[in-house]
């Protein structure tokens, strides 16, 4: 230690001892302590951040370090100094190169596959086909239906019949040129309607499961509530038949993977995966090795958005070329391949009916959605479900119809992205709130706001709500949009909408349940005599910021800074099982886990000192690397010197922590989809500027409030807002993936496939509504999905208000709205478009109504947040029932039912028509 | 259905060829139909040079040629014989980082960073050529630079924060500067 140093220790009165022995390397960029930041730590504890909406249990654990602030990617450098490697910048000694044979037809089957002159290829090491792995897998258990290569069939052009590895690029292409498959050409199925319908050769069989002989995958019916009479009730009512086109991910990283053996027999498989437990199982399923003899490495991750989410059949290739050649193998697609593969948003379509009565409420809901899956299940199951149960809130409804359908077609997989199956049917939703509060004269903001949900409420599917934002988001963005001045009053071809979301902050049932008692996240710490802290999670990080997020968890707690935490987050080799980057669920599990270690850790810190400094537990805080008293911040020690006593007789400090969502529900069938231990809420207001003569849309501003619970890093969450509103300006206005009349998938790249440039992207001001989640870690919730939700029926809705024309097709390209804005010119005998109305409003006396309901409903709002003896309130209480008891169980008209009525099976709807088949084994064949 | 990338058949003739990448002098025998990010990736190693379309639409590939950005996708390696190359991996001085890198940490330009190298190399020859570049002028620069994640903004903020920091005359400090002492001194 320098003179100069020491005479700066003066006043640095540890007590009672001191480390005696000097600390190699030390000084560092903040020698001393910081005092706390009083800011940062709640009112709760005797600081001053303000708490409007009450306390939280992690509250005693604030210090005030880093959650909360603004904060860098723990990972930035690696990212900026270009030395962050992705699935392709894995280059092992000795590589060779992967590629796949592709099918070239829609629906075939595979006779023979001729690898002779493949073989006879120089530099060609060695060919795997559907033969070398013939067990099935899928993401979810219930639905595995995919091989590595084809085994008898192919289903989609692009579908994998074999693959090659070879010295070189050049080389591996030609051989896949050189081999030739011989195939018979069997009817393929496009539009997602025929899929509905008995088949000769269907395009899975589910033995005694299957729907019919048709191409259903999978099926839902539910109803709820005063089924019976929403119609007789409604005074208003809307009905759209919408058409959502598929979306794709379009992350910047295409897919790869690299496999390689070591010496000793053991797997390890390079890939930027979301998900990578289930490779793990997949893995082990598909090559029939048992899951302890592979090691899952995630690589950086160049994007996801649910892109990355499945197991990969080419994933299960490069492990079986490998295998077979004794070398790593490299595969890497080109855009094109990843089309191929998909996952994207389904193709849907969506009949939403909509009932309000004469007190503005929404008496009820139907939906009815037809999805198109594409060749294989994926996600599916679980789509299905979302398409129609994430649209049971944030509104209180008198009934809720649902049915849906997925089917598989001769089309590349749709899975999961962003906003898994709940954007299309929310923008119906959101679209059709706009235009019942037309039909009853009142504004759109005012409908909502008198019909929200409560905190600690249940939908009426029997979700449990703890925290919900959505009035507070609703009243910052109709205030900074100047809406109240705006809306309706725009002139010709400047318009502004609203829309709202609501999503799952993780889901509550893990994918591979038997059920168990597994946790669904799992984080360990270590920290040796160094005092650096090394985490250990499975989380993956894809961008997102997991790592960022942990590690800011355990940083505050410790009160350490962040270049004293390590994340390591890559291999399943060191890291404890946690499920994947999907369903919003890294924030709220892994953060909740990583506190729950880092509080064992913290009470090692605090035994360790109240030992040395002979003061009560009670009495000590955690600051800026030192735990002192809190009545005598002089009194105290440094953070190693807490832990280098806690270390005695022990050495390095480990602990793990864990989190399980606890148990909710109800019991119906598919009572668990959609169940998640919190939910995020947001409203969007765009801005747009629509040219009637062309049809061109340009959104020009989006004012986006997001509930996040709370921001345990604001960067990320404003990143994560406004990459949603790009992602979902996109699917609103220019992303589609076009498939041509003969089935054909026309836009493989990303000049025809247009995401938005800086030149569309509109000015976004993220709002950050922080309702304190009861459970979530700090008070937070998800960012990254729910954010995407609103801009869609934001946008719609803004075009209407522009120039009074709705679309029923996504995306709103010039060319399908200029069609809309003829048809609307030709009904109003109108010559030149520039003379078509604004829309404009005159409020209905209901208006004053509402306004007067939404004032109660806030101090009603306020009471159930603040107070701590609230009773339970399901939805329903709106509509005159018990509050506190499930309606159901008082009222025999409110319904809670699963399987159609013959009654309803006379005339279903269209996804609905899906119930007429009857499954085999109950059909008695 | 069609394979995009032209395949280098086995055995295409190969020319000497040579570059200053980063500053540093390389020759090496190409095929003479090599693509320069084929090269720069699998043949110098500077993999921070990324592959996202292979046809000129996502920029990520984005590399200065002579001080300019080109999307080397786009760029046969023997027509840039002799140029100056510059990557991402070339734009820091040592341990201490671009201005502009820096920032895209703290302002959020880059989330998953897959575009990042492109970005930041663009943003660099914008910066060296205009110090003050005011939104519009930032805009068209990144206009063929695709990011999936960020929707720009945090790009172009980072943007301005770097443009500030390199005309203040301040430099990013060496990122091997001792850290935070885990057992600090406690100034009263
Ligand atoms: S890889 Fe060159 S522009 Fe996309
Ligand atoms: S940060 Fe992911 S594509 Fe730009």
Known sequence: MSEKEKKEMVGYRQQPGKIPFSRPGSGGKSPFSEPRDEEMIPESQGGKKNQPWGGHRHDKLITGRVVGKSTSLVDSKWKVTGRAKYGDDIRLPNELIGKIVRSPHHYARVLSIDLSKALDL?????????????????????????????????????????????????????????????????????????????????????????????????????????IDSMQENAIASHKNNWFFNGVNHAATEPHAVVADWDPSGRLTLYTPQQVPHYVHRA?????????????????????????????????????????????????????????????????????????????????????????????????????????????????????????????????????????????????????????????????????????????????????????????????????????????????????????????????????????????????????????????????ADIGQGSDTVVAQSVAEVLGLPLDMIRIKSRETDTSPVDLGSYSSRVTFMNANAAISAAMKIREDLLNATSEITDSPIEKLVIGDRRIFRKDDPAVGVSYLEALHKAQEERGALVASGAYRTPPMGRAHKGAAAGLAPAYSFSAYVAEVKVDVETGQTKVEKVWAAHDCGKALNPLAVKGQ??????????????????????????????????????????????????????????GAKEAGEGPLLPILPAVCNAVYDAIGVRSNELPITPDRLYKNIEKKCRKLKIDDPMDLPSPRLEYSELQEILEKRSQEHSIRDRDRRLKSDIKPYHNGALFGMDPTIPPDEVDESWKVTVIPSEEYLESPRLAGSAWLHTERRKRGE | MSVIRLPMLPGSEKIPWKASINGKLISKPIESNAILLDVLRDQVGTLGVKRGCDMGTCGCCSVLIDGKPKLSCLVLAQEVSESEITTVEGLADGHHLHPIQEMFGEYGGSQCGFCTPGFLVVISALLEENPTPNDSEIKNAIEGNLCRCTGYQQIVDSVRAASELLNSGNTVSNSTEPKSNPNPGFDE
């Not at chain 1, 591996?172 to 008995?198: C, F, P, Q, T, W």
């Open chain 1, 122 to 226: 120089p530099g060609v090491i060695s060919i795997a086909t559907g033969d070398d792995a013939k067990n099935k897998f899928g993401v979810l258990p219930v639905t595995k239906d995919e091989h590595a290569m084809a085994v008898d069939r192919v289903r989609h052009i692009g579908d994998l019949v074999a693959c090659v590895a070879a010295e070189d690029e050049g080389t591996a292409l030609e051989a896949v040129r050189l081999i030739n498959v011989e195939y018979e050409i069997l009817e393929s199925i496009h539009d997602m309607k025929d899929g509905l319908n008995d088949s000769e050769k269907p395009i899975h069989d589910r033995g005694e499961y299957h729907i019919g002989e048709a191409n259903v995958q999978k099926r839902v019916f539910q109803e709820f509530g005063n």
């Open chain 1, 283 to 539: 893995l082990a399923d598909v090559l029939e090795i048992p899951m302890h003899q592979i090691n899952v490495h995630r690589t950086f991750v160049g994007g996801g958005f649910g892109g990355k989410s499945d197991p990969f059949p080419h994933e299960m290739c490069a492990s079986i070329l490998a295998r077979k050649s004794g070398r790593p193998v490299r595969i890497t697609f080109d855009r094109e391949e990843v089309y191929w593969i998909n996952r994207g948003r389904h193709p849907s379509h969506i009949e939403m009916n909509l009932h309000a009565d004469e007190k503005g409420r929404l008496c009820g809901i139907e939906t009815d959605a037809l999805i198109d899956g594409g060749a294989f299940a994926s996600f599916g199951h679980v789509t299905t479900y979302y398409n129609g149960v994430l649209h049971t809130a944030p509104y209180e409804i008198g009934a809720f119809h649902y049915t849906g359908a997925r089917v598989w077609t001769n089309k590349p997989a749709s899975g999961a992205m962003r906003g898994h199956g709940a954007v299309n049917s929310r923008c119906a939703v959101e679209v059709g709130i706009d235009d019942l509060s037309e039909q009853l004269q009142v504004d759109p903001i005012s409908f909502r706001l008198a019909n929200l949900l409560p905190p600690n409420s249940a939908t009426i599917t029997g979700f449990r709500v703890t925290s919900i934002g959505m009035r507070e988001c609703l009243e910052r963005v109709m205030e900074e949009s100047d809406w109240k001045n705006k809306f309706r009053k725009m002139p010709l071809g400047h318009g502004i909408g609203i829309g709202c979301g609501f999503f799952i902050s993780g889901s509550g049932l893990p994918i591979h349940w038997d059920p168990n008692k597994f946790p669904h996240a799992t984080v360990h710490l270590k920290i040796d005599m160094d005092g650096g802290v090394t985490v250990h999670t499975g989380a």
């Open chain 1, 721 to 778: 807002i406004i990459g949603s509103c790009h992602m979902g300006m996109g699917q609103v206005l220019s992303e589609e993936m076009r498939y041509g009349r003969t089935g054909n998938l026309m836009n493989t790249d990303l000049l025809d496939y247009k995401i938005p440039s800086v030149h569309e992207m509109p000015e976004v001001t993220p709002i950050i509504v922080e309702s304190n989640d009861p459970e979530g870690p700090f």
